[in-house]
């Protein structure tokens, strides 16, 4: 599963600029970047009317996919997933995912994006392991805003070297909580499957599997007394 960290901060503290370049410099360290931006804006537009995928979308589609030669866009409805749920179900192939807001995001490392002396989310919130600002505070990890290369360096070591760690084969989450699995764990459910894909002789020596399990819902019992 993709290495994940998120930026958080209030409105204009710059977010968006230091995320875009630290971004920009583990491009150049040759990694795959994705991006996830929260916001609690509404109507936000991403085509414009009379097009193709605005008619799917006002037919009712729940979710419209465009693939052009230069670009592919996912365009659906609002979702209650988490961020862990979003960076797995649509980001796997990614070295790292970077969020942009989801404070409030469980078990999810934080940077705190901080302008303003009386704006302190590390008192607010859980998660908060570093901190990007022009203030004079202290901490184990706080870095200038004008530090996106040395922030770059520091996603770079903590999260996506793994310091030596041998490399994740399988990745579970459950609700959109990842379970953490040890290597024996991981040994034996690869095991297992790739024995029933092999099975079905369907393609010889392949690369990755996934696999989605959707469990039925059963009805519950009325609370009501009749």
């Known amino acids: 599963m993709s290495a994940l960290i998120t930026f958080i901060g209030y409105h204009d503290s710059g977010k968006t600029t230091l995320v875009s370049e ?7 360290l040759g990694y795959r970047v994705a991006v996830i931006k929260s916001s609690n804006e509404a109507g936000v ?3 414009t ?9 006002q037919a009712g589609a729940d979710a419209v996919l465009f693939v052009g030669p230069d670009q592919m866009v996912l365009q ?5 997933h988490s961020i862990v749920t979003l960076a797995h179900r649509y980001f796997a192939d990614a070295d790292i995912v970077i969020g942009e807001g989801f404070k409030h995001a469980r078990k999810v490392p934080k940077i705190e994006v901080r302008r303003n002396s009386d704006q302190d989310l590390r008192q607010e919130v859980h998660g908060v392991i570093a901190v990007a600002t022009d203030l004079d505070i202290a901490g184990d990890y706080v870095f200038r805003l004008d530090e996106a290369k040395e922030i770059a360096l520091f996603i770079e070591k903590r999260f996506i070297r793994g310091k030596g760690k041998r490399p ?22 690869s ?16 690369r990755e599997i996934e696999l989605r399990i959707r469990l039925p819902q059963e009805d519950k019992p009325s609370s009501r007394k009749s």
């Open 22 to 28: 630290v971004v920009s410099h583990l491009k150049v």
């Open 45 to 47: 537009a991403f085509d």
């Open 49 to 57: 009317e009379n097009t193709d995928t605005f008619r799917h979308r």
């Open 76 to 80: 659906t409805g609002p979702s209650d």
């Open 168 to 189: 994740e084969r399988v990745s579970l989450v459950v609700e959109g909580r990842k379970i953490p699995l040890k290597e024996f764990v991981q040994d034996c459910l």
């Open 191 to 206: 095991g297992t499957v790739m024995g029933f894909v092999d099975s079905l002789k369907l393609t010889d020596n392949p």
